[in-house]
Nanobody
Framework: QVQLVESGGGLVQPGGSARLSCVAS????????MGWYRQAPEKQRELVAT???????DYGDSVKGRFTISRDNAKNTVYLQMNSLNPEDTAVYYC???????????WGQGTQVTVSS
């Protein structure tokens, strides 16, 4: 069973930055497509960003140019650098992993990011 553990959430002021991390265990990290999704209160979960095992990235329209996803295969870790945060970015952020060979999908427990002054 793949385990995903997120960290790095918290309270951030508008215009500020934050970095989320997600460590994967019990899996060969390099075969995973990793991603971040978020869910705000009373809204559907939405794509933030994904990164394939080869490094190809994809971003949701609302975060393009502000967020950057990256991965360190040696550390089994995926990161989400978030800049120019605004209150609309407030949500629970979930780490996601998809096994490329089987399509199995795993989720972390989520980490809260609150953008407020």
């Amino acid at each position: 069973q793949v385990q995903l553990v997120e960290s790095g959430g918290g309270l951030v002021q508008p215009g500020g930055s934050a970095r989320l991390s997600c460590v994967a265990s019990r899996v060969i990290f390099s075969i995973l497509r990793m991603g971040w999704y978020r869910q705000a209160p009373e809204k559907q979960r939405e794509l933030v960003a994904t990164i394939a095992s080869g490094g190809r990235t994809d971003y949701g329209d609302s975060v393009k140019g502000r967020f950057t996803i990256s991965r360190d295969n040696a550390k089994n870790t995926v990161y989400l650098q978030m800049n120019s945060l605004n209150p609309e970015d407030t949500a629970v952020y979930y780490c996601n992993a998809v096994v490329a060979t089987t399509g199995y999908t795993y989720w972390g427990q989520g980490t809260q990011v609150t953008v407020s002054s």
